[in-house]
């Protein structure tokens, strides 16, 4: 998976969301991390949402009931290849600076 969020926080290990505080997560059962390209929030436990996301390189069942599942990829399959490829370092970051230029919001990307 590759994880990023908002680049504005004070330090790495602090994600603030629009609301400067921690959010609830909002998990149901029926959206699920059962496919490449599933798009949820990351967290440091229960109801600890900042601005950190993530989304799937695989299926990653055993983040269900844990993160929030709020998108997923509908094209641009070709981007998620290029992050899989990158060259990262001993913890996993990439070795290069990589930002998101811009994204494509549909008003319901997990109906099918």
């Known amino acids: 998976m590759v994880q990023t969020g908002s680049p504005a926080s004070a330090t790495p290990k602090t994600s603030l ?3 400067e505080e921690p959010f609830e ?3 149901r059962p029926s959206l699920r991390h059962n496919a490449r390209g599933i798009v949820s929030m990351a967290n440091k436990g229960r109801d600890t ?3 950190q996301f993530f989304i799937c390189f695989a299926a990653a069942p055993h983040l269900d009931g844990k993160n929030t ?4 990829v ?3 399959e070709e981007v998620l290849d290029n992050l899989e490829g990158l ?3 001993g913890k996993n970051r990439p070795k ?3 930002l998101i230029q811009k994204v494509t919001i549909h008003a319901n ?3 099918e």
């Open 17 to 19: 969301s629009i609301w």
């Open 25 to 27: 997560d909002e998990i």
């Open 49 to 51: 949402n900042g601005s």
């Open 69 to 72: 599942v709020f998108g997923r």
């Open 74 to 76: 509908i094209s641009g």
């Open 87 to 89: 060259e990262v370092d």
């Open 96 to 98: 290069e600076k990589v």
């Open 109 to 111: 990307p997990l109906a």
